[in-house]
């Protein structure tokens, strides 16, 4: 009862995101009362396993006792104060972990994935102006690259769904291949392809690069396109080819980052320097907003200045929020000795081992994993196939959302073997009653 109350009091009152709200006539609302671990309990006590990790923010699972200790012990201290004249110790500490961790030594804060791609647009456009080179305004991204839906953002966002309607509001980014090796010709493998890709990137650069200021690209894995995981040679090549056309080379880790390719970061498989960083989603574990930006000397050189038009003067009214920042540092602390990435490759063996039946499915093709994602191409032709499934799924107790035809886990870190076996049964017998 108080469970189809609460949903009825949602379908009237709350406009949820990414959905057609038509949809909720027939595919009901979950109402989630509470979450532990990898699992959310809704308000009749059933539970569901946390297979995206709530839109992929979670990354130690729900009620984490030492990130919900150090965000009570900050909300005793100063749960809010602006940061433009004002600091604080939690936002210094994150700064510094930040900049000891990436070196890249200046972090500007905002509230959301969004936001952070439009400042590292706005910085890098702005530094080219300021070195004397306004012409350099424009930016390029990758086919089916996601950078979040603000209009800044949507302009390099290239989901021809989230784009559509809006494409007369957004001045659209040029495109350039994508080095998903689903793409690559028969027989080609997806370094081939990588470095075909880097070609077309150097071609376009040729004749662009006095016009563009940055490419933004998600490292490793295109996440939103359907968990497209290409090879890391692509980005070794990009940014060699960026600084020899003084492109800026923006790494969008907004997903990827945090440890969910393997490594802290996915760039650094790569072992590359991008010139910005965009961080979000896992930086606080999943418990409060917040996104930073990263960048290097060079670019903090050129804003720094007798002259206030020359300074960056982007501003959210909660940047640098002491709650969230100090959930991002409890947050670094459980990533702190690299342990928790050696228990996420055992996690990895285990889920990736009790998952061989779901890839070897006869309507499974290019299953694939990186670090804590999998993912695996369904073939149906089903349209609504994702719907059908996300229905099914929670009859089994677990909590998926496929992208297109693309089933994909992103699971919390910290699973044990009983809970990847109940992730792995359950979506494979999912699979079987809508395939
Ligand atoms: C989610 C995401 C964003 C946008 O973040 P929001 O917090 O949803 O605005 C940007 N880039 C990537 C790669 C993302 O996955």
Not at 68 to 91: F, N, S, W
Not at 111 to 122: R, V
Not at 361 to 382: C, E, L
Request: proline fraction near 4%; aromatic fraction near 8%; include cysteine.
């Amino acid at each position: 009862m108080a469970e189809m109350d609460l949903i009825q009091r949602s379908k009237k009152a709350v406009w949820h995101p990414c959905s057609q709200m038509k949809l909720h006539e027939t595919q009901p609302l979950l109402a989630i009362a509470r979450g532990e671990g990898v699992w959310l309990y809704d308000t009749s006590g059933r539970r569901y396993l946390d297979g995206l990790s709530s839109w992929w923010v979670n990354l130690f699972g729900h009620g984490h006792p030492h990130i919900k200790a150090a965000i009570t012990t900050q909300l005793d201290r100063i749960e809010h104060v602006m940061l433009a004249g004002c600091t604080h110790e939690p936002v210094v500490e994150l700064s510094e972990r930040l900049g000891a961790l990436t070196g890249l030594g200046h972090a500007f804060y905002g509230s959301d994935g969004a936001s952070a791609t439009e400042i590292a647009l706005k910085m890098s456009a702005h530094y080219w102006r300021n070195h004397g080179r306004p012409e350099k305004c424009r930016f390029i991204g990758l086919a089916n690259g996601y950078h979040g839906e603000t209009a800044g953002a949507l302009s390099v966002t290239d989901i021809a769904l989230f784009r559509e309607a809006y494409g007369p509001l957004v001045r659209l980014s040029a495109t350039v291949p994508t080095p998903d090796p689903r793409d690559a010709a028969p027989g080609v493998s997806a370094i081939d392809h990588a470095r075909a890709c880097a070609a077309a990137l150097e071609a376009w650069l040729q004749a662009h690069h006095h016009e563009t200021a940055a490419l933004i690209l998600e490292p490793l894995v295109q996440c939103a396109a359907g968990m497209v995981v290409y090879d890391a040679e692509y980005l070794r090549l990009a940014r060699a080819l960026c600084t020899r056309y003084e492109v800026h080379l923006v790494a969008d880790e907004i997903a990827v980052g945090f440890g969910r390719t393997g490594t802290l970061f996915a760039y650094q498989q790569a072992g590359i320097l991008p010139d910005f960083v965009c961080l979000s989603k896992g930086l606080t574990g999943g418990y409060l907003p917040l996104s930073a930006v990263l960048t290097t000397d060079d670019v903090y050189a050129a804003f720094y200045d007798d002259s206030t038009a020359r300074g960056f003067l982007h501003s959210h009214s909660y940047t640098g929020n002491p709650l969230a920042c100090s959930a991002a540092l409890a947050t670094l602390d459980l990533l702190h000795d690299g342990s928790a990435l050696a228990q996420n490759r055992r996690t990895a063996a285990t889920l990736t081992a009790l998952s061989a039946p779901l890839a070897q499915h006869a309507k499974v093709n290019n299953s694939r994993q990186i670090g804590m994602i999998w993912a695996f191409d369904i073939a149906t032709d089903d349209p609504l196939f994702s719907r059908h499934y996300h229905a099914a799924a929670l009859r089994h107790g677990l909590l998926l959302r496929p992208i297109g035809n693309t089933l994909y886990f992103m699971p919390p870190y910290v699973m044990n073997s009983d809970e990847c076996a109940w992730l792995a049964n359950g979506a494979l017998a999912a699979l079987n009653e809508v395939v």
